[in-house]
């Protein structure tokens, strides 16, 4: 995990909310053109997924283990739900 992600999640952990702003602005748009890809531009699925991805991280941040970059796990998790 680099120091910019490990900071992050920290915070994230800590209940920071300006944090949870953060992370919702970092990575929102990139996930939102990841599933757009996936999707074949299916805008609604895609909206779905990107909510779905963050909650669920939110939910398992505790489980991040910082073996990838926090937007790689998050991709990881997106593309399951692409899959659904």
Same mark, same amino acid.
């Given at each position: 995990?680099?120091?910019?992600?490990?900071?992050?999640?920290?915070?994230?952990?800590?209940?920071?909310?300006?944090?949870?702003?953060?992370?919702?602005?970092?990575?929102?748009?990139?996930? !939102?053109?990841?599933?757009?890809?996936?999707?074949?531009?299916?805008?609604?699925?895609?909206?779905?997924?990107?909510?779905?991805?963050?909650?669920?991280?939110?939910?398992?941040?505790?489980?991040?283990?910082?073996?990838?970059?926090?937007?790689? !796990?998050?991709?990881?998790?997106?593309?399951?739900?692409?899959?659904?």
């Amino acid at each position: 995990m680099n120091g910019a992600d490990q900071k992050l999640v920290a915070r994230l952990l800590a209940g920071n909310e300006c944090a949870f702003d953060q992370f919702f602005d970092t990575y929102f748009e990139q996930l !939102w053109c990841h599933a757009m890809q996936r999707l074949d531009g299916d805008v609604d699925r895609s909206r779905e997924v990107v909510q779905f991805t963050l909650v669920h991280a939110m939910r398992k941040l505790h489980a991040y283990r910082g073996e990838a970059s926090l937007f790689a !796990w998050l991709c990881e998790i997106a593309g399951r739900e692409c899959l659904r």
